[in-house]
């Protein structure tokens, strides 16, 4: 029944009204800590931390890496609230759930919202700790059956039924980042300049995002799919979110961090056939490694990358009050 999916914003925004000091509100801004980036939230001053479960609505956390609260503060003079810890729907959670929080933070006056994820790179061109600004996606589980995170009945009747996403990602927004990325290049947040790199220099990729339901990663046959699909990256969140902001009018940009490069390789690489007709014949052979991604590679690229993160998102957020 859609009653019962539709979540309790009054009481949450009563809540929090109770729970978050008058210049903390509205929040101008809104910013989505991945995984292992729940550091990104350094950057606000005087922070009032309200836990999910202190929130009308928002269901349990389960993600190890991820907290579970909301963070209000100032960056400069603009009013933020940072989601620590983020639904997943391969947790089991309704995708209501998983956009519950989105919802609110659009109901509560957020204007602009900065998604991060950590992302699986199947562009051979991404190294691992790189940081691609998002400018499009591909998203799988939406194009066919109730996987949309926007499937059943509009919550509001101001929304509308077919949101567009050609503009899904904020031109706006992407280039404050990217001007804010060039500007803390200059600064050396970014370490030395490659001797490559073309002027102006701006270390960021920009890039497609398949999202996938997970958790499994993907085979080999898969990555190779989405890479053949146009995909640059590929991660198990961010979409559902991005939809719901778009569906209430907020704009997003996303940046992702590429934590671990998706094994595709070719399929002769997965195939061992040669390998056993070597051992018939006794020719010797080098073994190859088998390379598997694993969740504790995932979260240590993000903190050692969280600082970088940090300032680029913290730089953007004042330019785009500047503005
Ligand atoms: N695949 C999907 N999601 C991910 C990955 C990956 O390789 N790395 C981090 N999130």
Redesign the pocket.
């Known amino acids: 029944a859609p009653s019962a999916t539709v979540p309790p914003f009054a009481a949450a925004l009563a809540a929090l009204a109770q729970l978050v000091p008058p210049h903390l509100l509205p929040p101008r801004v809104g910013i989505v800590c991945g995984?292992g980036l729940s550091t990104l939230a350094a950057s606000l001053q005087g922070v009032v931390e309200v836990p999910y479960d202190r929130i009308p609505g928002f269901a349990k956390n389960t993600v190890q890496g991820h907290r579970s609260a909301l963070a209000f503060g100032l960056i400069g003079d603009v009013p933020v609230v940072a989601m620590l810890g983020r639904f997943h729907p391969y947790e089991g959670h309704p995708l209501s759930a998983v956009v519950y929080p989105i919802r609110l933070l659009a109901a509560l006056g957020v204007k602009d919202l900065l998604i991060t994820?950590?992302?699986?790179g199947l562009n051979p061109d991404y190294a691992v700790g790189s940081i691609v600004l998002i400018a499009d996606h591909l998203a799988l589980p939406n194009l066919a059956g109730p996987l949309n995170a926007l499937f059943g009945p509009t919550l509001s009747p101001d929304y509308p039924r077919f949101v567009p996403l050609s503009d899904a990602y904020s031109r706006r927004l992407r280039k404050a980042v990217l001007r804010s990325a060039y500007e803390l290049a200059q600064e050396g947040v970014f370490g030395t300049r490659p001797a490559d790199a073309t002027e102006p220099w701006i270390p960021l990729h920009e890039g497609t995002y398949a999202y996938?339901s997970?958790p499994t990663?993907?085979t080999p046959a898969e990555g190779r799919f989405l890479r053949a699909a146009g995909a640059d990256v590929?991660?198990?969140s961010t979409v559902p979110e991005v939809l719901a902001a778009r569906e209430a009018g907020v704009s997003v940009a996303v940046l992702s961090l590429v934590?671990?490069a998706?094994v595709a390789g070719s399929k002769a690489d997965t195939f061992v056939c040669r390998e056993v007709e070597d051992e018939i014949l006794g020719r010797v052979q080098e073994k190859k490694a088998q390379e598997t991604?694993s969740h504790e590679e995932?979260l240590q690229v993000g903190r050692e990358k969280a600082e970088v993160m940090r300032q680029l998102i913290a730089r953007t957020v004042a330019k785009l009050v500047m503005e």
């Open positions: 995984s994820n950590a992302a699986g996938v997970g990663y993907e590929v991660g198990m934590t671990n998706v991604v995932v």
